[in-house]
C-alpha cells in the first residue's frame, strides 16, 4: 500500500469512526479535550503504521484499543493509574490487530454518541461554539474544513474549539444523557446546531456559492444517527424529514452556471425521489409519535406539501397557510411571520402577503434581513407596483452577503416592468 493510499484510507475511516472513538474516550476519562488528544495519537499511530501493515479489519477497534493504551501512559505519567487504572487497565489491549478487537467499541458505543451530542450542544457553549464542537467532535471534520465551511479564519475556529473544550471542563459537565426533566431543552439545543448547521449548507449567508452541499450531508447524516439514538422523540424524526425534503431539491436549485434558482421555477423532475421518500417516511414515523407537532414537524409537513404537488401551482397552498399559522403560535417569530405572508400570498393572493408584510416593516429584528425587501418586492411586482419593487430588491440585494442572491435579486430588479 503506498503512503497516499493508505493516507486516503485513514482519513475515511477517522471520519466514520473519529465520533465513536472520541464518545468511547470520554465516557472512561471524563475530559473531552483529553480525549480527542488520545484519539488523535491513535490516528498519528494509524498513519505510521498502516501504510506497513495495511488496514486492519476493524479499524474503529484498532484506534479505540491504541487510543485506550495512550490513556493508560497519560495517566501512569501523571502518577495516576492507580485511581484510573480499575477503568482502563481491562482495555489495554496488547495486540491491536487480534481478533479480540472486534468488542472493544461495542460496549454502550450508542449510548457514547447520544452522551457527546448533548455535551457538544450543552446550554453553557455559545452557539459558534456547539457548531464548531459539533462539527469537530462527531462529524469528523478538520478546523480547516470547519473554518473553510462557514467563511472564516482557522484561528478563529481553533479558538471556539479549545475554549469550548476548556469551558466544559471548568463547568464539570457530566458525561451523561440529561434527565428527563432537562432532556427536551438539551435536545432542543442538539436539534437548533444540526439545522444550523444544514441551513448555512442549503442557503450560504455568505460568500460565492448559493449552497455548500458538504455542510447538508454533514447535518443530515447526523441527524440520522441522532433519529437511531432517540427513536421515541417526534421532533427528532421531524427534523430529519425536513432536511431529507429540503435536501432532495438540491440539484434543482442551481442553474447551468451556478445561479440560484427558486423554488416556484424549479424542475421538479430534477427532486432526489429517494430522498423525498426518506423524509416522507420518517414524517410518517414523527406523525406516529404521541404528543402534538413540534416545529421541526410542522416545518416538515411544510416540505412534505411542496414534494408532494407535482407542480408548484399544484401545491395546497391553504394547508401550508394553515400550517404556518400553527408554526406561529408554536414558535411566534417576525421570520416565520414573514414566511406565512408568502404563503397567504400564494393562496389568497398578493394583497393578502402584503398586508401581513407591511406590518413586518417596522420589526427591529428584521432591518437587516435582506430577506423582508425580497419578499415585499416579488409581491409589489405580481401587483404590477415595478417602481416599487425595482427599489425593494435593489435594497435587498445591498443586504445580503452572498454573492449569488445579490446578482439574482439585481436581476430581478432589472426584470421588474410596469405594466
Known amino acids: 500500500m503506498t503512503d497516499e493510499t493508505a493516507h486516503r484510507s485513514v482519513e475515511a475511516v477517522w471520519r466514520l469512526e473519529s465520533a465513536r472513538v472520541i464518545a468511547g474516550l470520554v465516557r472512561m476519562v471524563r475530559d473531552v479535550a483529553l480525549a480527542e488528544d488520545l484519539a488523535q495519537d491513535a490516528l498519528e499511530a494509524a498513519l505510521q503504521q498502516w ?25 501512569r505519567r501523571a502518577e495516576r493509574l492507580e485511581r484510573k487504572h480499575a477503568l482502563l487497565a481491562h482495555a489495554a489491549v496488547v495486540d491491536p490487530s487480534a481478533a479480540a478487537l472486534d468488542a472493544v467499541v461495542e460496549d454502550d458505543i450508542e449510548d457514547d454518541l447520544l452522551r457527546l451530542m448533548f455535551i457538544c450542544c ?17 462529524g469528523g471534520l478538520t478546523t480547516k474544513e470547519i ?35 432537562e432532556r427536551t431543552q438539551r435536545l432542543s439545543s442538539v436539534l437548533e446546531v444540526l439545522y444550523l ?8 449567508t455568505a460568500g460565492g456559492d448559493w449552497m455548500r452541499p458538504a455542510l447538508c450531508e454533514e447535518a443530515l447524516r447526523l441527524g440520522r444517527v441522532l433519529a437511531g ?43 432526489d425521489q429517494l430522498l423525498v421518500r426518506r423524509g416522507l417516511a420518517a414524517l410518517e414515523r414523527a406523525e406516529t409519535l404521541p404528543g402534538p407537532p413540534g416545529r421541526y414537524v410542522l416545518q416538515a409537513q411544510i416540505a412534505a406539501c411542496h414534494a408532494r404537488a407535482v407542480t408548484a401551482a399544484a401545491t395546497d397552498w391553504a394547508r401550508v397557510a394553515e400550517l404556518y399559522a400553527a408554526l406561529a403560535v408554536q414558535e411566534p417569530s417576525p421570520v416565520v411571520e414573514l414566511n ?6 400564494m393562496a ?31 409581491l409589489l411586482a405580481r401587483l404590477g407596483r415595478a417602481e416599487e419593487a425595482r427599489a425593494e430588491f435593489r435594497r435587498a440585494a445591498a443586504l445580503t452577503q452572498n454573492e449569488r442572491e445579490r446578482a439574482l435579486l439585481l436581476r430581478r430588479a432589472e426584470a421588474a416592468v410596469s405594466p
Not at 340 to 345: D, F, H, I, M, N
Open 122 to 138: 450543552h446550554p453553557v457553549l455559545s452557539t459558534e461554539a456547539r457548531v464548531a464542537l459539533t462539527l469537530r467532535l462527531l
Open 340 to 345: 406565512r405572508a408568502v404563503t397567504l400570498a
Open 197 to 204: 448547521v444544514f441551513n448555512e449548507g442549503y442557503s450560504a
Open 348 to 378: 389568497h393572493g398578493p394583497h393578502a402577503g402584503l398586508v401581513l408584510v407591511d406590518q413586518l416593516r417596522t420589526e427591529p429584528s428584521l432591518q437587516g434581513y435582506h430577506l423582508l425587501p425580497s419578499v415585499r418586492g416579488d
Open 51 to 75: 501504510p506497513e501493515t495495511g488496514v486492519p479489519a476493524n479499524p474503529g477497534a484498532w484506534l479505540m484499543a491504541v487510543a485506550k493504551r495512550r490513556a493508560v501512559d497519560h495517566f
Open 147 to 181: 473554518a473553510r465551511s462557514f467563511l472564516t479564519s482557522e484561528a478563529t475556529v481553533a479558538q471556539r474549539i479549545v475554549r469550548a473544550k476548556r469551558t466544559l471542563g471548568e463547568a464539570r459537565v457530566p458525561f451523561e444523557v440529561p434527565s428527563r426533566a
Open 229 to 271: 439514538l432517540a427513536p421515541d422523540e417526534p421532533e427528532v424524526h421531524g427534523l430529519v424529514a425536513l432536511m431529507e425534503i429540503q435536501a432532495s431539491r438540491s440539484a434543482a436549485r442551481t442553474g447551468p452556471r451556478g445561479e440560484p434558482v427558486l423554488l416556484l421555477d424549479q424542475n421538479r423532475s430534477r427532486w
